[in-house]
């Protein structure tokens, strides 16, 4: 089954890195969080990747067009142009980069790639979020309920501390506690080819009117992630979510 991952946008939230790579580039750990999102559908056996290329996608085929040199140790010659490579490591990937368009939206991104789909059952995830989904088990529960679109919800963390009260009085603080316990889109989809029909052109947003329509047809389910979720969506969360990845607290590194 292919996976598709959008990773075209702006990313204007982070415009300190942005301004130079796409998003989907930006590092943790050394790495690329695209590549962190590939090799935890990689851990589950999904090998075959789709990615939805826009804003400076040629940085990212480069990235993949030479991944074989970014893994490994090299000895250049200069005097007869000769490479030598050392301690060389690589993935069981297959990787198909679609350039979509700079300024086309997440639903046109995904109508332009429907060809390589090959009219298939395939998964969808967003290009800068990482989480522990146990992906098998989201394949089996959407194949249970028989839906057109099953996506992964979650309970993000609260962005601020929060307080302890008794009327007016503190009692005590609480480091960053549990949202307000609503379920939000957490990306990691699974989706039947049937969504081709509500993907009307460049400009449609597909978490606007395709996903509602396709709620209003009852033709969705969500897959109830309690886990580690986060997105990269600033600075403060790239940060953070390298000093996860440095104090080996990243609970997405689901492979070893």
Not at 8 to 13: A, M, P, Q
Not at 170 to 186: A, C, I, L, R
């Amino acid at each position: 089954m292919k996976v598709v991952l959008l990773a075209g946008g702006l990313g204007t939230r982070l415009s300190e890195e942005t301004d130079i790579k796409p998003k989907p580039m930006i590092e943790i750990g050394g790495k690329p969080i695209l590549w962190h999102i590939m090799k935890i559908y990689s851990h589950f056996g999904f090998n075959e990747f789709i990615v939805c290329l826009g804003y400076k996608g040629y940085i990212i085929k480069e990235y993949f067009a030479n991944y074989f040199l970014h893994q490994s140790d090299v000895t250049i010659d200069t005097s007869n142009n000769s490479l030598e490579i050392h301690n060389s490591s690589s993935e069981n990937w297959k990787i198909t980069l679609v350039d979509t368009g700079k300024d086309t939206m997440t639903g046109g991104r995904i109508k332009r790639i429907q060809k390589y789909t090959n009219n298939e059952t395939f998964m969808l995830t967003y290009g800068d979020g990482v989480g522990n989904v146990d992906i098998s088990a989201l394949l089996k529960f959407h194949r249970e309920n028989k839906k057109m679109v099953t996506l992964t919800a979650v309970q993000p963390k609260g962005r601020f501390g929060g307080l302890g009260l008794e009327d007016n009085l503190v009692t005590n603080f609480e480091e960053k506690p549990q949202g307000d316990g609503s379920w939000v889109n957490g990306g990691f989809f699974v989706c039947e080819p049937d969504i081709f029909n509500f993907l009307e052109n460049d400009t449609t947003i597909w978490e606007r009117s395709p996903l509602e329509n396709i709620a209003k047809q009852q033709q969705m389910t969500a897959f109830k992630h309690k886990g580690f979720w986060r997105p990269m969506d600033t600075l403060r969360d790239k940060i953070e979510l390298n000093q996860l990845w440095d104090n080996n607290q990243a609970e997405w590194k689901l492979w070893e």
